[in-house]
């Protein structure tokens, strides 16, 4: 925790506990005290009042943050639920408008300091895009995602009798029985298709409230609206046309020749969609871990390896039970990485069962969490956050800088282990990229055609985009089960555009990569610099930090698909990949 470094202009509780019970009244008083102090330029009160103001703000934050991780760890507790709800559906939703607020008052003064010029940008930014007639509008979209989830969570399928949900077929869909896999795809697809017409009305109901926001705002379509509302300040829609193309153009091949050599390794005739899941290069599926200890033990010596420094923040992680990591029965389906933003502390949740998609989320999550344990140092809260596109590249990429250490003794596998989970990691950052350019495509189309609100027109079009991008797989008779996999993507209901921060961010990451390979300690010495600026710098100069830069065009992107192909030439071939170097003798 770092000290506060101005005496407090309205008395605040001294921990977030003292907000564990608290409702919106309780709060606002402490808001609207803020809001009341005299504020003027060069009276040398703006910086007492931003700190006051970023610590309140922590603390409401940490103590919803603690509301949040109660519920997940036993979703069965009634209470926990209730406070969890009271934080996100009354108290947050409040604490956003009195950000815009008080942000009103800082832009009002014209007052600015160097280093928190992006900060008042993205105040500027939501202060332009605020309209009081969109609250009920949001409200309402928060009430279909919550229609959207109740229908995904309750999908259920019939195998041999048994039900299964979507996410117990996964490991169904990797069977090396090729009927098995069939089976595991069109049960899954089904399911889907079932509730298509409930999706499709729902979207339909989404896209009028979208549309209706961003004409209340005065944007000309969605897609206008939301890079305003996301702070995309540094890429414009005509960039991710261009994301797009060079996808289709580099990317896409690259997939076509995986697929190639899976068609050639299976010895099938076609390819078909429920063979792109199983495992070309082990026979049994991997176990990384048994137990949480060897499972956390073992990431300590990795993270170690990649940086001590880094590797003494994982550690004290785990000393004062800062990862909750074992599945267990009540606990909420999934991973997250949160930030304990008072205390100055990141917290790891997931449901581990001992196999590699486990490992991968614990490395992805440390990256989140050594980004918050450096900007942990920037004094204000506003300074240490920064959009998606940064946020991933310090999971990414530690994801590929923790690669090399993942073979034992220092990590889980055995040599020939490790080949196939390298393998299996690069293909999918390819298989990924077409993926995220396929949804982002989509997205645009649907917020600026004039077609977009018809639910046949959606489903057309995400067929030709679909067959644009991702190629290489026979989906000829499965047209309607291609078509499911859109309403699969939650973002599209849930997260409009927020997609191809993932894109950016693996192609940052995967320069990061291509730099450790030449040079691991300066590679590294560069992350860590971009992780301490948080958010105080613009994107580019964020990614410049980190050694990468921002990739929209096909002959960078080219670049870094031919620098993952011939990591994945090699490894195929048995030989050491340039990657490989880089291990603990
Ligand atoms: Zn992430």
């Given at each position: 925790m770092m000290p506060p470094t101005h005496p407090s202009l309205v008395p605040l509780p001294a921990s977030p506990d003292d907000f564990r019970d608290a409702t919106w009244d309780t709060l606002q008083r402490y808001y609207d005290q803020l809001a009341a102090v005299p504020l003027a330029a060069e009276s040398g009160v703006v910086e007492p009042w931003l700190a006051t103001w970023s610590r309140l703000d922590t603390l409401v934050s940490e103590a919803g943050t603690l509301a949040m991780i109660g519920y997940t760890a036993n979703t069965a507790d009634a209470a926990a639920e209730q406070a969890y709800l009271r934080f996100s559906m009354e108290i947050f939703p409040k604490v956003d408008e009195q950000q815009v607020r008080l942000a009103r008052r800082l832009v009002d003064l014209g007052w600015s300091r160097p280093d928190l010029e992006t900060t008042l940008r993205r105040f500027r930014s939501e202060i332009e895009i605020f309209r009081e007639a969109n609250v009920p509008r949001f409200a309402q979209l928060e009430e279909l995602s919550a229609g959207y989830q109740k229908i995904t969570g309750g999908l259920s399928v019939d195998w041999d009798g048994e039900p299964k949900t979507i996410p117990q077929l996964q490991p169904l869909l990797k069977s090396p029985d090729r009927a098995v896999r069939e089976r595991a795809f069109r049960v899954g697809a089904t399911a889907y298709l079932d509730k298509r017409d409930e999706f499709a009305s729902l979207f339909d109901r989404m896209y009028a409230l979208r549309v209706a926001v961003a004409r209340e705002a005065g944007f000309a379509d969605f897609q206008q609206y939301c890079f305003t509302a996301k702070h995309?300040?540094?890429?414009?829609p005509a960039d991710t046309a261009r994301f797009h193309d060079a996808v289709k153009a580099t990317v896409t091949p690259a997939v076509e020749r995986l697929m190639r050599h899976r068609r050639e390794v299976l010895g099938v005739e076609t390819l078909r969609p429920w063979d792109v899941g199983v495992d070309l290069n082990v026979q049994e599926p991997l176990r990384p871990f048994d137990t949480v200890d060897t499972f956390v033990g073992r990431a300590r010596e990795i993270f170690d390896r990649v940086d001590p420094e880094l590797g003494g923040q994982f550690r004290l992680m785990a000393k004062e039970q800062l990862l909750d990591l074992e599945s267990r029965p009540g606990k909420a389906p999934g991973g997250y990485c949160t930030d304990l933003s008072f205390r100055g502390r990141p917290f790891i949740f997931m449901n581990a069962v001992g196999v590699p998609d486990d490992v991968n989320t614990l490395v992805h999550e440390a990256g989140h969490c050594f980004h918050d344990f450096s900007t942990h140092?920037?004094?204000?809260?506003w300074q240490r956050r920064c959009g998606h596109e940064a946020a991933e590249l310090a999971s990414m990429s530690m994801e590929l800088l923790a690669m090399p250490y993942l073979v034992q003794p220092v990590g889980y596998y055995t040599p020939e282990q490790a080949r196939a989970a390298w393998l299996e990691h690069l293909e999918d950052i390819l298989s990924a990229l077409v993926h995220i350019a396929s949804v982002d495509a989509f997205q645009a189309w649907i917020y600026t055609s004039p077609e977009g609100g018809s639910a046949e027109a959606r489903d057309r079009q995400w067929l030709r985009i679909r067959s644009d991008f991702e190629t290489g797989v026979d989906w000829s008779g499965l047209e309607r089960e291609r078509v499911a996999r859109w309403y699969r993507q939650l973002h599209i209901f849930?997260?409009?555009?927020?997609?191809i921060e993932y894109g950016i961010a693996q192609l940052g990451a995967l320069q990061v990569f291509r730099n450790a390979v030449r040079n691991p300690r300066e590679a590294v010495a560069a992350y860590k610099r971009f992780l301490a600026l948080g958010g105080t710098r613009p994107l580019p100069e964020l990614y410049r930090e980190a050694g990468a830069s921002l990739v929209f065009d096909a002959a960078t992107m080219g670049e870094l698909v031919a620098f993952a192909e011939e990591q994945i030439t090699l490894l195929r071939s048995g030989k050491p990949a340039p990657f490989q170097s880089v291990m603990p003798v």
């Open positions: 995309r300040f540094d890429y414009t140092q920037l004094p204000l809260t849930e997260l409009p555009f927020y997609y």
